[in-house]
């Protein structure tokens, strides 16, 4: 990529962020990101459609890095106990970044697109469970589950809290 193509969609990155940490999704506007970002709103549009094409790559972009930085992510099914610690590491890690980006109207995507990839991963390791209803609706519930019980108790003991959450989904894919 082009060093100057780099460097402006850099600057637009940073200026979203910026605003987007201040500001509902909505309420942002293409005129005061690119005086931010010192660029013409032509050059935002040479690289974005508008500004929910931004939010939707930056927020994919996020969630797919954490995916990947999973050592094995076989384990989601070999060893459920540590693919949920895995998986919820690298979340928590992002997590500043997710808030940002996931806030607001945004939030309730983020469960969403997390099962989306997570289920990508499983079907790629595991292409016997494609097309199973049964395994389908299993794989909802745990990670639909496991996210918001973790989400709505993450101020507890973490550790503790993924412990027990590990010890759940094991238990569930083993019955």
């Given at each position: 990529?082009?060093?100057?193509?780099?460097?402006?969609?850099?600057?637009?990155?940073?200026?979203?962020?910026?605003?987007?940490?201040?500001?509902?999704?909505?309420?942002?506007?293409?005129?005061?990101?690119?005086?931010?970002?010192?660029?013409?709103?032509?050059?935002?549009?040479?690289?974005?459609?508008?500004?929910?094409?931004?939010?939707?790559?930056?927020?994919?972009?996020?969630?797919?890095?954490?995916?990947?930085?999973?050592?094995?992510?076989?384990?989601?099914?070999?060893?459920?106990?540590e693919g949920v610690m895995e998986i919820a590491n690298a979340i928590l890690s992002r997590r500043p970044m997710l808030d940002i980006l996931y806030s607001g109207t945004r939030r309730p995507l983020l469960v969403d697109r997390l099962e989306q990839l997570l289920k990508e991963v499983i079907y790629s390791n595991c292409p016997e469970y494609q097309g199973d209803l049964e395994k389908d609706l299993l794989f909802t519930v745990l990670i639909q589950g496991t996210f918001r019980a973790f989400e709505q108790h993450m101020n507890d003991e973490n550790e503790k809290v993924l412990e027990i959450l590990a010890n759940i989904s094991e238990n569930m894919l083993r019955s």
């Open positions: 990529m082009d060093l100057r193509v780099k460097k402006t969609r850099n600057s637009i990155i940073n200026a979203f962020i910026e605003l987007r940490s201040k500001k509902e999704l909505e309420r942002i506007t293409i005129k005061e990101l690119a005086e931010l970002a010192c660029i013409n709103k032509a050059t935002f549009y040479q690289h974005y459609k508008d500004i929910y094409d931004l939010s939707e790559k930056l927020e994919l972009e996020v969630l797919t890095s954490a995916i990947q930085d999973m050592n094995h992510p076989e384990n989601l099914i070999s060893d459920p106990r």
